[in-house]
């Protein structure tokens, strides 16, 4: 929890980014997605996602998924894009933090997930393109790295603007 308010105090002082437009096919899903309305109270409900909003100006998304380690699997990527796309809209956000748990950030693909695919499918799967959201962000992204952030999870740490690596980070 310091570490997290300690983001949090760093996220206040951060200017939002103006990243280049998306032209890939997430441009259309930030095209269909209208402003949030900062008057209503929005949720943000995901199996393997937790949303908090700190303040009124940081949302710290935290990896949910501790029993595989945080691995990136489809339904984590889909909602991860979900939860930028939606994060970016929303007018009360102004930073947003990802982060994992203790033991691991994200140790990487799903395995037991990826055995159970064909090569077809696994070559069709859409967890990376699920994954390229966080580039098209235009607010800051702060990785908050504690455990293992292996593979993939390395990968999604570093497509994040600032990284911020605990002592036990590996």
């Not at 980014?17 to 095209?31: F, I, W």
Request: with cysteine; hydrophobic share 40%; aromatic share 6%.
């Amino acid at each position: 929890m310091q570490a997290t308010r300690r983001i949090s105090l760093i996220a206040g002082h951060i200017l939002p980014t103006q990243r280049d437009t998306p032209s890939t096919s997430l441009e259309a899903s930030y095209a269909a997605s209208s402003s949030l309305d900062t008057k209503s109270e929005v949720e943000y409900k995901y199996n393997t996602l937790l949303v908090e909003i700190l303040g009124s100006k940081v949302a710290v998304v935290t990896f949910n998924r501790p029993s595989q380690l945080n691995a990136l699997c489809y339904e984590l990527s889909k909602e991860l894009q979900d939860v930028f796309i939606r994060l970016d809209q929303d007018k009360r956000v102004h930073c947003i933090v990802l982060t994992g748990n203790q033991k691991a950030f994200a140790a990487g693909a799903d395995i037991k997930e990826m055995a159970q695919n064909t090569e077809t499918q696994m070559r069709s799967s859409s967890i990376v393109t699920n994954l390229d959201a966080i580039q098209f962000v235009k607010k800051p992204i702060i990785a908050a790295v504690c455990g293992f952030a292996l593979g993939g999870g390395c990968e999604v740490a570093m497509m994040c603007d600032i990284v911020i690596a605990g002592e036990n980070a590996k």
